[in-house]
């Protein structure tokens, strides 16, 4: 597996970390750490001391990916998220996969729910529409159908290989090649969407995007911030739409999801209904572009 190496960033990663670093041992692993105080950096040294761990302040997800990304060699780099591991053979099938592709910049594997069951994790860019599937719940009037369900890739085919808008950056192949011609993660994005993002970069530029079943990892999902970043992935989709669509998109979208979110917190009590009327209130304190910083 010389043409391959594997970038990790962790966060108060224990307990996952260790199967995790497991899963890829023998192959150049970077770990870059973001500031973890429950001694994810000791257990990685002592226990996987050819991994090379890079400290850092806490920049985001994306900003880890880079530092992680900009310390390997070869032809292609494996993101794997720290709750994330990959089952026997999997990071082999994906290069052999990806070597057969060579217009492909992302591969993702199958993802599994730790308890065997497919975890969907192709998804559709966010557009107007279909975050008001989403955050309405119009979905589940039709989960498989596209026209309800694009932002979750209803009706996608998880056990062929098929092209995706973009994958779940849990666990990701990624060819060097193709982040040399469009660019590393944009490190705007602090948590959620830098590889949606990342994903639209690549299919702009020409490149393709690729789910590849006869892989397989187990993703535990949520590990790290167990739920409590809502805002920040409510942000994400302000920040793409602002991008890639224009401020007006993004304030149609601030504002339709403040209204998404205020029926929420009156639909759901406790901790979660929390969580959304804090949210919805955060939305109404300003416009798309104030939210996010200009």
Request: glycine residues 10%; proline residues 3%.
């Amino acid at each position: 597996m010389a043409d391959v190496s594997v970038v990790v960033v962790t966060y108060d990663a224990l307990p996952w970390i260790e199967r995790c670093l497991e899963s890829v041992a023998g192959v150049p692993t970077v770990v870059v750490d973001n500031g973890s105080r429950d001694g994810t950096v000791e257990v990685v040294r002592e226990r996987f001391p050819t991994v090379r761990v890079l400290e850092s302040e806490n920049r985001g997800l994306g900003a880890g990916w880079n530092l992680g990304i900009g310390a390997t060699e070869g032809r292609y780099v494996l993101i794997l998220n720290a709750d994330a591991w990959l089952l026997d053979g999997a990071l082999e099938r994906l290069v052999e996969f990806a070597d057969s592709r060579p217009g492909a910049a992302v591969v993702g594997p199958r993802l599994l729910n730790p308890d065997g069951t497919l975890q969907r994790s192709v998804r559709g860019f966010p557009t107007l529409w279909r975050l008001a599937t989403e955050y309405f719940f119009l979905r589940k009037l039709a989960p498989r159908s596209l026209a309800l369900n694009a932002f979750y890739a209803g009706g996608f085919d998880h056990d062929e290989v098929h092209e995706a808008e973009f994958v779940m950056g849990a666990c990701m192949l990624v060819r060097r090649e193709a982040t040399e011609e469009v660019g590393l993660l944009d490190e705007d994005f602090f948590l959620f969407s830098e590889e949606t993002d990342w994903c639209y970069r690549f299919r702009r530029a020409g490149w393709q995007v690729l789910f590849f079943p006869g892989a397989e990892c187990v993703h535990v999902g949520g590990a790290s911030h167990g739920g409590r970043l809502f805002r920040e992935n409510v942000l994400g989709h302000l920040r793409f739409l602002h991008k890639h669509r224009g401020p007006a998109s993004a304030e149609r979208a601030r504002r339709l999801l403040h209204a998404a979110l205020r029926v929420r917190g009156v639909l759901f009590r406790g901790e979660r209904g929390r969580v959304y009327r804090e949210t919805a209130s955060w939305l109404a304190s300003g416009s798309a572009s104030d939210l996010l910083g200009g």
